[in-house]
């Protein structure tokens, strides 16, 4: 079982910014795809961005230009860097890793994993 667990949710204003960080129990640059999702109240869950094992990233359009997602591979985590919080950007966010090929595959990790989740609130 692969272990995901977030850190830096919280409360902040409209306008600021915060950084969200996913420390994996297995090593990340073995990970195919790693990725950031959100889930507001009485909405889907749905990929904000993910970044694949060459390093290659996607960004949903709502978030491009305000998001980044980066890994850093000695503290083996991944973060989300959020600017120019906006009030719609609250949801409950989420670490997720997707393991297909490779070594981490072959040791019995395939398959997708997720964390518990990091609550984000934006005030207006």
């Known amino acids: 079982q692969v272990r995901l667990v977030e850190s830096g949710g919280g409360l902040a204003q409209a306008g600021g910014s915060l950084t969200l960080s996913c420390l994996a129990s297995?090593?990340?640059?073995?990970?195919?795809?790693m990725a950031w999702y959100r889930q507001a109240p009485g909405k889907q869950r749905e990929l904000v961005a993910g970044i694949t094992r060459g390093g290659s990233t996607n960004y949903a359009e709502t978030v491009k230009g305000r998001f980044t997602i980066s890994r850093d591979h000695v503290k083996n985590t991944v973060s989300l860097q959020i600017s120019s919080l906006k009030p719609e950007d609250t949801a409950v966010y989420y670490c997720?890793?997707?393991?297909?090929?490779?070594?981490?595959?072959?040791?019995?990790?395939?398959?997708?994993?997720w964390g518990q989740g990091t609550q984000v609130t934006v005030s207006s």
């Open positions: 297995v090593s990340i640059p073995n990970i195919d795809t």
């Open positions: 997720n890793a997707d393991i297909q090929t490779g070594l981490l595959s072959a040791l019995g990790y395939k398959g997708v994993h």
